[in-house]
């Protein structure tokens, strides 16, 4: 499509700075949407025709995961505002693609990291002491909230899958 190298780093830079203040702090502030959205005005203006994918990009993801967001909760608003700036940047391909890899990846993190827990808890329990191995397998509710499994920030998931999906097309 002819994107120039430097919006596509731009882009990367942005995605990478989002996961890790998303990490830190479990927010993914307004600037970095904006940024990633002022790429994609960008792209559009050099190559007009993209915009047949892009625009409906923006909203491919975004509205469905405000209407999760909203009826059951989970999803931040950062993560939905990223995911329409990546959108409008990718456009819809790219960004399904992107969006895929991202829950897979934070699907496989869930799973190891309470395989992890299991493993952990059991190498601690006295062998044969059932009653000490039930209480080492609940190991994992007595990690603070910020670190348990079931509470994670999902922007680093997303920077990776739309970093992959941007880098593969």
């Known amino acids: 499509e002819g994107v120039p190298i430097i919006t596509i780093l731009f882009f990367i830079l942005v995605l990478i700075l ?5 990490t830190i702090t479990r927010k993914i502030p307004d600037l970095f949407p904006v ?10 203006i050099q190559h007009p025709a993209s915009a047949a994918r ?28 990223l995911t329409a700036a990546c959108g409008l940047f ?7 693609t992107g969006a895929f890899l991202a829950a897979l990846f ?8 309470r395989a992890l827990q299991k493993i952990i808890a059991l190498l601690y329990a006295p062998h044969g002491h059932t009653s000490s191995k039930k209480q080492a397998l609940d190991v994992h509710r007595k990690i603070p909230p910020r670190s348990s499994p079931d509470t994670f920030p999902f922007g680093p998931f997303l920077a990776a899958g739309f970093i992959l999906a941007a880098l593969a097309g």
């Open 90 to 96: 990718l456009g819809a391909d790219a960004l399904l």
């Open 18 to 22: 989002a996961g890790i203040t998303d």
């Open 54 to 81: 892009a625009i409906p990009g923006l909203f491919l993801l975004s509205i469905p995961m405000l209407l999760l967001a909203l009826k059951w909760g989970g999803l931040g608003g950062g993560d939905i505002k």
């Open 106 to 113: 934070a699907l496989l993190t869930l799973f190891l990291h």
């Open 35 to 44: 940024l990633i959205a002022s790429a994609a005005v960008c792209k559009l």
